[in-house]
Structures are given as structure tokens and as C-alpha cells.
């Protein structure tokens, strides 16, 4: 038998799939004794309480997306149509459709070497050299004459930006910060816990996130009353249930009890969830130390803590390998890797948005190469991935 019919009996392993069990059972067969399945019931409530916990913040609002949690906060910070929101290009595209959701533009720039956040140097010379202030108090972009209307820093990897930085400039500037830590939940900035670092911060509970809600996500800050304009503003702006009175145009952006239900059993193991994450990346940092002149793995700056969300490898020119000659080679060995976020300002939507030159994101995007990082990957399956990235390199 050749090796590869050998690794078709071999169960093939996931990039990152959810870890569903027992609590996750129990929860949504009480949504269904209970008849409550949709966007009001106790696990709504229960999860935005849990949420806010871990996040160190009083308050949070659940809703259907990381996307949709984005354009609202957008909206409820002031973003208005025709402005320019400032937006590493090394994200995932949700970051920038969230800001065209708003009616406004992302103002791209590039992100920094050791983290693969926010390079917040060059947002700081940029808004020194090519912004104005109108009389009546606008920051105005001059080549464009589009107002700059907000920051929005991404946790890239579940690693928090500058947010001290990032928190000074938007004071200096008069503006606010809605931060897409859309893959961060539990990673902190300097012992801080991640609600409080932006005016608005926001969580996506997609499938391959570290909790998941089937697809949903949450907003959290330490702002109380701008908590209860974002649950406002994303189920329909109507005051009271007693009426069909609407008082602005809302968004119907609710997380639904099933939903929810899943997120309970979930972010009670988050803890679980953090180690495993942790655990995975060690281990691939460890093995890949034996092939360090061709590939390096991802940062993990000592400042801060990383949630680990995806772990992987950067190629290095010398190696001589594309990502495609990698996850080919994987694949082979029934193993999903997949290449990983190409800039914004390289997607078809985003050629004509205002770009800062990205020399960091265009020499690494496509060299990434993302490994198996499931919360229940077993240490058998790993050694199988290390030991089919070292015969790719060996
Ligand atoms: C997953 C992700 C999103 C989008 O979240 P959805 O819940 O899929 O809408 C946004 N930004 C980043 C950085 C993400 O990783």
C-alpha cells in the first residue's frame, strides 16, 4: 500500500472545529421543552451576563454576528455615511464590509512586524500629516475631504493591538474605538481584561471561533447607557413591547435563545478552551524550532496575552515552498491547513479605499499557512500534523 492510501484510512483532521458535548445538548433540549427558540429567552440573558463577566465589564448585548456586532457599533459611535474609518488591512473582510455597512470607507494601514496589529506609528504620523481640523471641529482627511469618523484596531489571532497607544491618539483626535476582537474572547492587554480597552468591543461566535453560538456574536464596553443604545438599536429600536412604537430606524441583529443556549454551555468552558489553544500553539512553536531557517511560527508578543486562536507557520523565502506546496502536501496526509487572510486593500471591493503603503501585510498575507488548532485536537493528531509539516520541509 502507498503512503497515501495508508492516510486515507487515517481520520482526516479539521483546521477548526467546535468542541459540542453534553452541556451543549442539554441547554438546547431545554430550549425545546421550553418552547423558547427564538431572540428572547433565558439563555439570551444568561450569555450577555457571562459574556460581560469575562470581559470585565458590566454589560453586554448579544447578536447574530461578529459583522452585524460591528456595524452597530459603528452606527452608535457616530460613524456616518461618507466617512473614513481607520483599519489595519490585515483582517478579515467582515472588519471593512461592517464600515461599508455604515455608508463609510476604510482608511487601510498597514500593521506592525511583531504583532500583526495595528501599526499605530503610522496612523499617528498619517493623522499628523494628512488631516485637518474644520471650524466647526470635523477631522477631515484632506485628499479625500472625507471626515475620519472612528479607529478600529483588530485583536489579529486573538493578540490585542496598542491599545495604550491606540487610546491616547483616539483622545488626542476626539475619536472612538471600536475594537474587532472578533477572535479574542480571554486574552487581556497588561493584566486588563479586554471590555474596557475600546469604547466598543466585539466578539464573533462563528463555527471556527474559540466559543462558538453556531454563528452570532457580542458587543461589550464599560459604558453601561452606550450597552443599552447597542441592544436598542439591534432589536428594532422599539422602546417597549407594550407597543409598535419604533424611535429610530433600527437593525434586527438579535442572537436567538438557541443560539444562546449553545454560547452558555460553551463560554463555561472557555478556561478549557484557552488552555487547549495554548497548549497547540507550544507545541508547534516546539517542533518547528528543528526547521527555524525555513519557517517561523506566529507571534505571541510578552506584553500582552494572546488568546491563541490559530496557530501555524510563515514561510520563508529559503524554504523554496508556496502555501498552496504545503496545504497540498497536507492535504495528502488527510490534514486541512489553509492559507490565511489576504489583505483588504488587495480584495476587489477595497482597490480604490484610501491605503497607507502596507510593506509588513503585502510580504507576509501569502505566506501564512494556518495548522489544525481545534480545541479537541488530541495529541496523537498534532504529532501527525508536526511530523507531515517536517517531511514537507525535510
Ligand atoms: C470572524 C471574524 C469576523 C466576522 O465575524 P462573523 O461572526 O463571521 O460575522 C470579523 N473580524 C474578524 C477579525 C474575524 O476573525
Known sequence: MTNTEDNKKLERIRLAVPSIGEGERKNLNKCVDDEFVSTVGEFVDEFERRLAKVSGVESAVAVSAGTTGLHASLVVLGVKPGDLVILPTFTFIASANAISHAGATPWLFDISESTWTLNVNKVRDALETKTKRTPDGDLIHVETGRRVGAIMPVYTLGIPADMDEVGE????????????????????????????????????????????????????????????TVKHLTTTARPSTASYDHDAIGFNYRMTNIEAAVGCAQIERLEEFLKAKERIRRAYDEAFKAISAMVTTFPDPEDRMSAHWFSGIVLHPASGKSVKDVTDALDKANIEARPFWKPVHLQKPYREAPTEPCVVADDLWDRIVTLPCSTNLKAEDQDRVIKAVLDVFS
Open 169 to 228: 491618539l483616539a483622545k488626542a483626535y476626539g475619536l472612538p474605538v471600536i475594537a474587532d476582537a472578533a477572535a479574542a474572547i480571554g486574552c487581556t492587554y497588561k493584566g486588563r481584561p479586554l471590555g474596557a480597552l475600546a469604547d466598543l468591543t466585539v466578539y464573533s461566535f462563528n463555527g471556527n471561533k474559540t466559543i462558538t453560538t453556531g454563528g452570532g456574536g457580542g458587543v461589550v464596553g464599560a459604558n453601561t447607557d452606550r450597552l443599552k
